[in-house]
Every structure is written in structure tokens, then in C-alpha cells.
């Protein structure tokens, strides 16, 4: 059996070639702020990149800029949190299980901390029950960690609830972690909200939406389809109605709102993917955004 971390690898490898990789190591190792660093080597420049960084004299023999990278002199622990409820059962936008797609998200946030020498955690569960693994380093680890998410969600799970993992992390974790967050499309609600603010004000949060497979509209294959959360049915024929999709939308639009506007209001910088070929390209652009809130 081909292990995931492989399979993460892998598919790393086709996304992205070997500079677009190393800029993903540098945005990663930027996320943590005020920490102890080492200088590790030199890539290049891109727009956005901080002017303070670049090396002016390795610049001017290069002949073009090159930024300083660093790393921690001091290990972090990155704790991985994710919803492994039914919702992840479910198909996402393009197709495929919303739990590969977690998969390979925090396979990926997973790998780069391991090469950065820090160590990884794991939250996962549903309305029902939460498991934790405490953070170590290491790859056959992280295969585990990997394992656990992808063995979990199924139809008989419990309901999903992020809520309560985040509350599991919020009552029992002591100290600054960097807290990577993989769930559907969450509805926000003043409950959710404050828990996200108290979490906010001790650690580091990047928060990951796997999108909903649209059912309704052009999305629609023509089968009919069921919602994994409570087994109701929609009609193939109602999801082809213009007057059902555009309800559809309007209602999906005002929730994607209010979940972006609750998480600028707890200062926490959200990427969304469709898919596994959108995870490496918005995690780019999630600890870039990140590191600019900061």
C-alpha cells in the first residue's frame, strides 16, 4: 500500500516545480513572528517579497535580487485541525472526497513543518467525540497522523462540528502553537466567532475551506443527489431549475460572506479550494496573506 505522505509528495511534486516549492518553504517559515533565526540560503525575489530581506551584495553578483532565507533556531509545534465528520465524506467542488483534499492539505502544511525541523500534532473528530495525537517529529508520524485523517470520515461518523475541536484545543492546549485548520464550509455564528478570537489571541490560526460540490445549476450531473449530513434527498430535476439556483447561490454567497467576514473580524487569514490541484497554489497564497496581516 502506497503511503499518503508519498502520495503527498507526489502530487507536490507535479504542482509545483522545485522554486515554486522553495517559496513555499520560505512563506512557511515566515509564519511564526519574533522567533530566534538562522540564515539558511538565498532565492529569488518576487513582488511582495519584504525590500529588507534581500541580499544587496549577492543581488549585484547574481544580477538579480535575491532574498535571505532563514530558519528557526528553535523548534515550533504546528497542530493540525480538522473536521472528520460525515460533511468530509461528501464530494467537494470538483469531484473528489473532501477528505483527500484535506489529506493533502495538511499532508503538506505536515511536510514542510517536518523539514523545518518543527513538530506535528494532530485534533480531529466530530460532534461526537475528538481525538487528539500529541505532537512529535518525524515522517512515520506524520504517515500516521495522515492515516487517522483519512480512515475517519465516513457515513456512519457523527455529524461535523469544527467547533468542537476547536474547543477541545481552546480548553486543553497550553502555549503558542501555529494552528492549521481544515474543515467544509463552516456557517458563522457569535458562538463560533468568539471561540475563534480566544484562539486567536494565543496562537497562530491558517484556516482551509474545502468548498461544497455545487448542486445545483450548471454543477448538476443530472443524478440526484443527498446531503451526507442528514440523508435529505435533492431531485435532479429541482437542482436544473433556474428558480432553485439562483435561490441555491444566493444562499451560498450570503454564507461565504459572513463566514469571510467573521473570520477579518478575529484576524484570521482563510484559503478556499475546489480540489487537491488548488492546494498547493492556495497555501502560497494563504501564508503569504498571512504574513502581511502580520
Same mark, same amino acid.
Given at each position: 500500500?502506497?503511503?499518503?505522505?508519498?502520495?503527498?509528495?507526489?502530487?507536490?511534486?507535479?504542482?509545483?516545480?522545485?522554486?515554486?516549492?522553495?517559496?513555499?518553504?520560505?512563506?512557511?517559515?515566515?509564519?511564526?513572528?519574533?522567533?530566534?533565526?538562522?540564515?539558511?540560503?538565498?532565492?529569488?525575489?518576487?513582488?511582495?517579497?519584504?525590500?529588507?530581506?534581500?541580499?544587496?551584495?549577492?543581488?549585484?553578483?547574481?544580477?538579480?535580487?535575491?532574498?535571505?532565507?532563514?530558519?528557526?533556531?528553535?523548534?515550533?509545534?504546528?497542530?493540525?485541525?480538522?473536521?472528520?465528520?460525515?460533511?468530509?465524506?461528501?464530494?467537494?467542488?470538483?469531484?473528489?472526497?473532501?477528505?483527500?483534499?484535506?489529506?493533502?492539505?495538511?499532508?503538506?502544511?505536515?511536510?514542510?513543518?517536518?523539514?523545518?525541523?518543527?513538530?506535528?500534532?494532530?485534533?480531529?473528530?466530530?460532534?461526537?467525540?475528538?481525538?487528539?495525537?500529541?505532537?512529535?517529529?518525524?515522517? =512515520?508520524?506524520? &504517515?500516521? #497522523?495522515?492515516?487517522? @485523517?483519512?480512515? %475517519?470520515?465516513?457515513?456512519?461518523? /457523527?455529524? !461535523?462540528?469544527?467547533?468542537?475541536?476547536?474547543?477541545?484545543?481552546?480548553?486543553?492546549?497550553?502555549?503558542?502553537?501555529?494552528?492549521?485548520?481544515?474543515?467544509?464550509?463552516?456557517?458563522?455564528?457569535?458562538?463560533?466567532?468568539?471561540?475563534?478570537?480566544?484562539?486567536? =489571541?494565543?496562537? &497562530?490560526? #491558517?484556516?482551509?475551506? @474545502?468548498?461544497? %460540490?455545487?448542486?445545483?445549476?450548471? /454543477?448538476? !450531473?443530472?443524478?440526484?443527489?443527498?446531503?451526507?449530513?442528514?440523508?435529505?434527498?435533492?431531485?435532479?430535476?429541482?437542482?436544473?431549475?433556474?428558480?432553485?439556483?439562483?435561490?441555491?447561490?444566493?444562499?451560498?454567497?450570503?454564507?461565504?460572506?459572513?463566514?469571510?467576514?467573521?473570520?477579518?473580524?478575529?484576524?484570521?487569514?482563510?484559503?478556499?479550494?475546489?480540489?487537491?490541484?488548488?492546494?498547493?497554489?492556495?497555501?502560497?497564497?494563504?501564508?503569504?496573506?498571512?504574513?502581511?496581516?502580520?
Amino acid at each position: 500500500m502506497t503511503s499518503l505522505l508519498t502520495r503527498v509528495k507526489s502530487k507536490m511534486s507535479i504542482f509545483a516545480h522545485r522554486q515554486a516549492r522553495g517559496m513555499l518553504d520560505g512563506e512557511y517559515g515566515s509564519v511564526f513572528r519574533g522567533r530566534s533565526l538562522d540564515f539558511d540560503d538565498l532565492r529569488a525575489y518576487v513582488p511582495g517579497d519584504d525590500v529588507r530581506d534581500i541580499d544587496w551584495k549577492a543581488s549585484a553578483r547574481h544580477g538579480s535580487p535575491l532574498i535571505k532565507r532563514y530558519v528557526a533556531v528553535r523548534r515550533q509545534t504546528v497542530l493540525l485541525v480538522t473536521d472528520t465528520g460525515r460533511n468530509m465524506a461528501a464530494e467537494a467542488r470538483d469531484g473528489e472526497p473532501k477528505k483527500d483534499v484535506a489529506v493533502m492539505a495538511l499532508g503538506v502544511v505536515g511536510y514542510l513543518a517536518q523539514r523545518h525541523g518543527d513538530v506535528v500534532g494532530l485534533v480531529c473528530g466530530d460532534s461526537q467525540r475528538t481525538h487528539a495525537i500529541p505532537a512529535k517529529a518525524g515522517e =512515520a508520524h506524520l &504517515e500516521r #497522523l495522515l492515516r487517522k @485523517i483519512d480512515s %475517519a470520515p465516513t457515513l456512519d461518523a /457523527g455529524p !461535523s462540528r469544527i467547533e468542537a475541536q476547536l474547543d477541545h484545543v481552546a480548553r486543553t492546549v497550553k502555549g503558542r502553537f501555529l494552528l492549521f485548520v481544515v474543515a467544509d464550509e463552516v456557517a458563522a455564528g457569535p458562538d463560533l466567532e468568539q471561540l475563534l478570537r480566544r484562539l486567536r =489571541a494565543q496562537h &497562530e490560526i #491558517l484556516w482551509l475551506t @474545502i468548498r461544497d %460540490a455545487n448542486l445545483a445549476g450548471e /454543477g448538476d !450531473s443530472g443524478q440526484d443527489a443527498f446531503s451526507v449530513a442528514d440523508s435529505s434527498a435533492l431531485m435532479a430535476h429541482l437542482a436544473a431549475s433556474p428558480a432553485v439556483a439562483e435561490a441555491y447561490a444566493k444562499a451560498a454567497g450570503e454564507r461565504d460572506a459572513g463566514r469571510q467576514a467573521m473570520f477579518r473580524r478575529a484576524g484570521i487569514s482563510e484559503g478556499r479550494v475546489t480540489g487537491t490541484s488548488m492546494v498547493m497554489t492556495e497555501l502560497f497564497a494563504l501564508l503569504e496573506r498571512h504574513r502581511r496581516a502580520g
